[in-house]
């Protein structure tokens, strides 16, 4: 079912809502995880050891599945039905947040964060797949921008849900507070079983991709978290990273050539969705890094407590959480493009304000007012985002477009931390702080920089043709107009 009232702009049905709540809940417990441990991870590793090397592992284990499988995720998501598969990565994220909660090594939680990846790819593609086929026009724009208002939401109120946990009760909270959330709305997802549209089982799943995209990202990820300890001579060093570089090249051939890829190559020909998901890589590249090192100094360098450090990094989600909707908006009405451009732009200005930072640390004017800065900038970059990239594709293929996106995302962040050694040093330092603010907001303004020159706002009345094969200047547009 699609509704095609332009003029709707909210939820009009219960079907609707209980799609979105879904859609959110699922989404926003999945995004919340990558980036939740980050103001935990000095009392990970004051309890379980390992040094900068086991918190960078706490963080990629699940990066490393996550953007792996996410993948072949959205075309399971597309095989077996949208709710069938958000049930099973529900069910599977509530029993893996148990086993992190309750790990008694670094080992044990680094395998059980890469266990519990696996289940969080299954939640994040087919939830936003639900929204785009539930709305349409106008009203896909506003949900859109509800959806990541609330899931981009995640990854910036997450510091502050790990720092209280971590001050009042225990880093292990932070994981058994999933199984809340997941509880409350499986009632509502099992509803929604019967309104997954028919599938078509007799397309083929890419596992030999799925395990190529993972042996390709796990050796290299591997190799520059470990070179810190075991340095560059070292072979357990080298030979990962040869064979992840030698499993990449065969994925891409692998696509290239399978009947059924997880990863449809010909989607990047799409010139919204091709641009898209390079700002996609080097924003969220950027935010992923950017948060993992602020949040760590503010602890171990700036002497502020998890809580304190939380609440540091929360005005820029409340400008998010309050005005995504409207930009969302914005976007759907005006396009997409000089959103994208100017949002990362000014994220970067507001990251390149924390070089303030001096010793002894000042938050009220060597940190809250880059803060604001970047918060207004992100509230006018993640709706445009997702909407302009997820309205490039076909609706029937939305599954399998939000998981390359969100993959691209994870992947991203995989990147970026696994370098968190070699840019900030094996120790924090104000220096290492200064090294990282800097490296995010150039990724920042790579992000601005690829949204303008490379998206392209939607033609409305483009003939559906152009748009599918991105040969137009239409290219951008949305899955419900192309309808």
């Known amino acids: 079912m699609l509704m095609t009232d332009a003029a709707a702009l909210l939820p009009s049905t219960p079907l609707q809502k209980r799609v979105l709540v879904v859609a959110i809940v699922a989404s926003f417990i999945a995004i919340l995880d990558g980036f939740v441990v980050n103001l935990a991870l000095p009392a990970i590793g004051r309890e379980l050891g390992g040094g900068l090397v086991i918190q960078q592992w706490v963080v990629d284990a699940y990066l490393l599945t996550l953007g792996a499988l996410i993948l072949v995720a959205g075309s399971l998501s597309d095989h077996f039905g949208r709710a069938r598969i958000l049930e099973w990565g529900l069910a599977g994220f509530t029993l893996t947040s148990v086993t992190c909660g309750l790990a008694w090594n670094g080992e044990v939680l680094v395998v059980s964060r890469a266990l519990q990846g696996i289940a969080g790819a299954l939640l994040v593609p087919s939830s936003l797949a639900m929204i785009v086929t539930f709305f349409a026009g106008p009203a896909q724009s506003k949900a859109i921008g509800q959806w990541s208002g609330w899931t981009s939401a995640a990854a910036i109120v997450a ?14 909270v932070i994981f058994f507070i999933n199984v809340v959330p997941a509880v409350a709305v499986w009632p509502i997802l099992m509803g929604l079983r019967k ?87 080097a924003i969220y590249g950027a935010l992923s890094f950017g948060f993992f090192s602020v949040g760590i100094y503010l602890q171990q360098v700036g002497g502020m407590k998890a809580t304190t450090a939380g609440i540091a990094l929360l005005p820029s989600t409340l400008l998010l959480m309050l005005t995504a909707s409207f930009f969302g908006g914005l976007a759907g009405k005006y396009g ?66 939000s998981a390359v996106n969100n993959a691209v995302a994870r992947i991203a962040g995989l990147i970026c931390i696994a370098f968190a050694g070699l840019i900030i040093g094996p120790v ?18 790579i992000g601005a920089t690829a949204s303008a020159v ?13 748009a599918a094969e991105g040969s137009g200047p239409d290219d951008g547009g949305s899955a419900a107009q192309r309808a």
């Open 159 to 172: 510091p502050l849900i790990g720092g209280a946990s971590v001050d009042l009760l225990s880093w292990r």
């Open 195 to 281: 309104s997954d549209a028919e599938t078509d089982t007799s397309k083929k799943i890419d596992y030999l991709g799925a395990f190529l995209a993972m042996l390709g990202l796990g050796g290299p990820v591997y190799a520059f978290i470990e070179q810190g300890r075991m340095g560059w001579n070292n072979m357990l060093v080298w030979i990962p990273l040869v064979l992840g570089a030698v499993a990449l090249a065969f994925f891409l051939v692998h696509e290239a050539r399978t009947p059924a890829p997880m990863l449809p190559l010909r989607l990047f020909g799409i010139r919204n969705f091709g641009w898209g998901n390079l700002a996609t890589l």
């Open 336 to 401: 997409p493009r000089w959103f994208m451009a100017a949002g990362p732009f000014i994220c970067g200005i507001g990251f390149l304000m924390t070089l303030t930072v001096q010793d002894p640390l000042n938050y009220w004017t060597q940190v809250l007012p880059g803060q604001i800065v970047f918060g207004i900038g992100l509230s006018s970059l993640v709706a445009p985002l997702t909407a302009a990239i997820l309205g490039a594709v076909p609706t029937e293929e939305a599954g399998i477009g």
């Open 428 to 445: 924090f330092t104000r220096q290492g702080l200064y090294n990282a603010v800097i490296v995010t907001a150039v990724l920042f303004f």
């Open 454 to 466: 490379g998206i392209r706002n939607p033609v409305l009345g483009a003939p559906v043709t152009e």
